[in-house]
């Protein structure tokens, strides 16, 4: 299986926490195996460990200096998730068939225009404005086909789905 | 074609702007037609509307006091998305199947507990914690099989999609 990066681009604190902890949450629940960010924080760190501990899965967050280095550094495939890119519905079945390791840059609006040019794929989730968050998870969700959202965590809780109400069992991990 | 409403319950003014003015972005590019807030907030109102003037789209945002009488009035299949709930993985086709209008509930960890009770289906993206933004794209996106990412929404400016690079027209809308 080609090992997936997420690459979280323009992290600004205060502002951004919320948003980052969601992609970070995200990455883990949508079967991302690596998590690297251009910015330490270490909130966000915390949560995404908390919820480890808690729920299991194993991703790795990590946090670089030089993106620039690191994205020209990567071998593999490159995919930009840009409302400005190439629109999924077209692209997701060349992307899958591509047996290379995935790194997938979330940028925002203020992401540095070499960028596109870095990128093997800029991918549109969409060509409207709405969220890096929401465009992470639906590629994830295309290029997993849907599998990631049974996969057992083995953490130390896990839920009983319920058509209504809440089961959580304690497992013996 | 059903028609469908996002209800966003317990926004938490500073600390859930930014991320409620996601979910109303993403209400609007994946195809809801209503949005409704348990608290009026006219940022996210204001940063909805700007988005909808320049890019195009008829989304409707109203505020309303009575959570509960709400939900027991509405006509139609009430989905409350939930870690907690059925995966969605078994219950999307059921769900398309119906011909209801459809209200999307989208709470977060604080939602009170009859909504579980209220719901006609109470549905997990997945049994992870991680993101209503997440989550309702996830949704919209498989209620819709990806074809709200292609809709024209008649903006003022509309994006050709690029391989590499930007480029945006401006209409004669």
Redesign the interface.
Known sequence: MPKITVLRLGHRFS??K??ST?IA??S???GADELVFDEEDKDVAESLSR?CKE?G?KIKISFIKNWKKYIEDYKGDIIHLT???????EKIKEIKESKKDKLIIIGGQKVP?EI??L?T??I????????E??????FL??YHE?K???KD?KGKK??I????????EKTSI
């Open positions: 502002r951004d919320r948003i969601h949450l995200v883990r629940a949508f919820v729920w899965g409302m400005y890119g190439l629109n999924i519905n225009s596109y040019g990128a794929y800029n549109g989730i969409g060509n409207q404005p709405h969220s968050v929401a465009a992470l998870a639906v969700d295309r849907g990631e959202l049974t965590q896990r839920i789905p319920q058509a209504h109400g809440k089961k959580v």
